[in-house]
């Protein structure tokens, strides 16, 4: 079955402090994968976007995700958190070609920052 | 980036009243939008697919009775919540395709209280 696993359910990182938000997803092809950011009681920010090529991919606001297809992961990196990047993260895959609206999530990440 | 905007963001209805929802793309047309649904500490999940024009497709599930969407233009898709239960309260989302196919865009939400 398809599915997005999110493995952290919250996390709490230090402003300055580097920051990893795990994904690993099941699908049975090549697939499209997404990272999104949402504020509270705010819709959906794409953060990033990994569809083919380069497997280390840079999105909005300082955020790289790394493709690593033998690990059916595609985690999400920051160097340096800003107190503005707390939120909650979700993975989402899609079908490779086809409509980047149907997506897949994660259960989500919440990130909190500590001053 | 492109803008969707989702009306109201926040409701609160009686049981049994029927309350709808627009989602709307301002700069862009969309033949194709899609509705989510989001419990809380859950991730957003496909209720349906909605393409300008015809009918839409809801994933398993989700009864296409109570849930009615509504494609009426390249602009404008809506959901109505027929004879509201207080299990229907969670968070709705919506999204909508360009015509380029490049990425969905994401309302920012719909907080459905049922009392």
């Known amino acids: 079955a398809q599915s997005v696993t999110q493995p952290d359910i919250h996390i709490t990182v230090s402003e300055g402090a580097s920051l990893e938000l795990r994904c690993n997803y099941s699908y049975g092809a090549t697939p499209y994968l997404f990272w999104y950011v949402q504020s509270p009681g705010q819709g959906l920010q794409l953060l990033l976007k990994?569809?083919?090529?380069?497997?280390l991919v840079q999105g909005i606001k300082g955020f790289e995700a790394e493709f690593k297809r033998s690990q059916s992961s595609f985690n999400l990196r920051k160097p340096s958190v800003h107190w503005s990047d707390a939120a909650e993260y979700f993975c989402?895959?899609?079908?490779?070609?086809?409509?980047?609206?149907?997506?897949?999530f994660g259960k989500g990440t919440k990130l909190s920052v500590k001053p | 980036g492109a803008v969707v905007s989702q009306h109201p963001s926040r409701v609160i209805c009686k049981s049994g009243t029927s309350v709808k929802i627009e989602c709307r793309s301002l700069d862009f047309q969309a033949t194709t939008m899609f509705w989510y649904r989001q419990f809380p500490k859950q991730s957003l999940m496909l209720m349906a697919t909605?393409?300008?024009?015809?009918?839409?497709?809801?994933e398993q599930g989700v009864e296409k009775d109570k849930f009615l969407i509504n494609h009426a233009s390249l602009t404008l898709s809506t959901l109505t919540v027929t004879s509201a239960h207080p299990e229907d309260s969670s968070f709705y989302i919506c999204?909508?395709?360009?015509?380029?196919?490049?990425?969905?865009?994401f309302g920012q939400g719909t907080r459905l209280t049922v009392v």
């Open positions: 990994y569809f083919s090529g380069d497997t």
């Open positions: 909605s393409n300008e024009g015809s009918k839409a497709t809801y």
């Open positions: 999204s909508a395709l360009p015509r380029a196919n490049t990425e969905a865009f």
């Open positions: 989402a895959v899609g079908p490779y070609g086809g409509s980047q609206g149907n997506l897949i």
